[in-house]
């Protein structure tokens, strides 16, 4: 997971925000990333073997 970026936000303004300064950064460093590969603004992730949620983090796969 070398190339994956994850960001944790406590709000959507936050989030936004910091969405908006890695473009930033990707841009000043000419980088491009995939769009098609991009997922933001997800309320759950998986990381291993863990799952993210906004209440907490929780050890096994995603339900649903």
Do not use: A
Request: aromatic content about 12%; overall charge negative.
């Amino acid at each position: 997971y070398r190339d994956d970026i994850s960001l944790y936000s406590r709000s959507q303004k936050e989030h936004d925000m910091h969405v908006h300064r890695i473009l930033q950064q990707f841009w000043e460093y000419e980088l491009h990333p995939k769009l098609k590969k991009c997922n933001v603004d997800y309320n759950q992730v998986q990381l291993l073997e863990y799952v993210v949620l906004v209440k907490g983090i929780h050890y096994g796969p995603i339900e649903g």
